[in-house]
């Protein structure tokens, strides 16, 4: 079974579509998967096929015509494409109608009034289109890389709290200082606070500088696995806290994020990531629904407040 699945979007709504994939895989075992998202999100597709949502290749498609180049083309095309859309493109559709014997449209949003996560939802999707008789998969996400796939408690540094301020829109932000409050109240003990900005928090990075500067503490920057490294062995006194500001790939962050003990953020893609990866997670939410939109993941601490 050779599958093409369409996922625009960020990175919160790719990992939430986890259960609703691995439920094909799991109807299909010998099944073929091309994923087609965000090139930021490539590192998640771990040993799937991947072709990048901006590829140049791919325009002809929303126009309804045949891809540019066909190179990313299972031999025969596609037995399904799969478009996860917030609202039908006939164009698109009939685009992918020249590579894939069968094309669904399945909406990447539930109706007003839906109240379970979006998990169940986009699960219930494909299950309906797809005639599947399975129960919904569990939350991890499916495709880790090869590399850094160990159980998350193995290696796992037991203070190390990464911490992610940061989401889609400055209305479910926690403040920052709230933030700083709570890992202050964590107890005597040494931590390791990482603090993890994405390319669009400049702002929040310049209100976290300030704010440390303002406590007399410093932060050392992290661009890298090996900034990370070096950071993560400094050992941290009694009553003391080491911070990090980690400003690194999506690749270079999952492998990080293993490493934590606990997750701290908004409702944002990172925190999605988070649980999906198997780390205790805690979601701050204050401007989005946490019965829908709450991280859902292996380990038992994933918790959300409003």
Same mark, same amino acid.
């Given at each position: 079974?050779?599958?093409?699945?369409?996922r625009?979007?960020?990175?919160?709504?790719?990992?939430?579509?986890?259960?609703?994939?691995?439920?094909?895989c799991n109807r299909?075992? =010998?099944?073929?998967?091309?994923?087609?998202?965000?090139?930021?999100?490539r590192a998640?597709?771990?040993?799937?096929?991947?072709?990048?949502? =901006?590829?140049?290749?791919?325009?002809p498609?929303f126009?309804?015509?045949?891809?540019a180049?066909?190179?990313?083309?299972?031999?025969?095309?596609?037995d399904?494409?799969?478009?996860?859309? %917030?609202?039908?493109?006939?164009l698109?559709? %009939?685009?992918? %109608?020249?590579?894939?014997?069968?094309?669904?449209?399945?909406?990447?949003?539930?109706?007003?009034?839906?109240?379970?996560?979006?998990?169940?939802?986009?699960? =219930? =999707?494909?299950?309906?289109?797809?005639?599947?008789?399975?129960?919904?998969?569990?939350?991890?996400?499916?495709?880790?890389?090869?590399?850094?796939?160990? *159980?998350?408690?193995?290696?796992a540094?037991?203070?190390?709290?990464?911490?992610?301020?940061?989401?889609g829109?400055?209305?479910?932000?926690?403040?920052?200082?709230?933030?700083?409050?709570?890992?202050? *109240?964590?107890?005597?003990g040494?931590?390791?606070?990482?603090?993890?900005?994405?390319?669009?928090? /400049?702002?929040?990075? /310049?209100?976290?500088?300030?704010?440390?500067?303002?406590?007399?503490?410093?932060?050392?920057?992290?661009?890298n696995?090996?900034?990370?490294?070096?950071?993560?062995?400094?050992?941290v006194?009694?009553?003391?806290?080491?911070?990090?500001?980690?400003?690194?790939?999506?690749?270079?962050?999952?492998?990080?994020?293993?490493?934590?003990?606990?997750?701290?953020?908004?409702?944002?893609?990172?925190?999605?990531?988070s649980?999906?990866?198997?780390?205790?997670?805690?979601?701050?939410?204050?401007?989005? *629904?946490?019965?829908?939109?709450?991280? /859902?993941?292996?380990?038992?601490?994933?918790q959300w407040?409003?």
């Open positions: 079974m050779k599958v093409c699945v369409y625009p979007g960020a990175l919160g709504d790719l990992i939430v579509t986890g259960p609703a994939i691995q439920a094909m299909w075992p =010998e099944i073929s998967l091309t994923l087609i998202a965000s090139p930021a999100w998640l597709a771990g040993q799937l096929t991947f072709l990048s949502a =901006e590829d140049r290749a791919l325009l498609l126009m309804g015509n045949p891809p180049r066909g190179g990313w083309l299972p031999e025969g095309g596609f399904l494409a799969l478009l996860f859309l %917030q609202n039908s493109d006939p698109l559709e %009939q685009g992918f %109608q020249s590579v894939a014997s069968r094309v669904l449209t399945l909406r990447s949003r539930p109706p007003e009034g839906y109240s379970h996560n979006i998990r169940d939802f986009l699960f =219930e =999707e494909v299950q309906r289109a797809l005639d599947l008789q399975t129960p919904r998969p569990t939350s991890a996400w499916p495709f880790l890389p090869a590399i850094g796939t160990q *159980d998350v408690k193995e290696g540094n037991p203070r190390a709290i990464c911490i992610h301020p940061g989401s829109s400055i209305r479910k932000n926690w403040p920052i200082l709230n933030y700083y409050s709570l890992i202050s *109240d964590l107890g005597p040494g931590h390791s606070v990482l603090w993890s900005l994405g390319p669009a928090d /400049e702002a929040l990075s /310049e209100t976290l500088y300030a704010l440390l500067a303002d406590k007399s503490e410093t932060a050392v920057p992290i661009r696995h090996g900034d990370w490294e070096a950071w993560s062995a400094a050992q006194g009694p009553g003391k806290t080491a911070h990090g500001i980690l400003r690194v790939d999506l690749a270079v962050l999952m492998g990080i994020l293993r490493k934590c003990s606990f997750f701290i953020g908004n409702d944002s893609g990172v925190s999605h990531l649980a999906a990866l198997g780390v205790p997670t805690l979601t701050i939410f204050g401007g989005s *629904d946490p019965i829908i939109w709450a991280p /859902e993941g292996p380990a038992r601490a994933v407040t409003g």
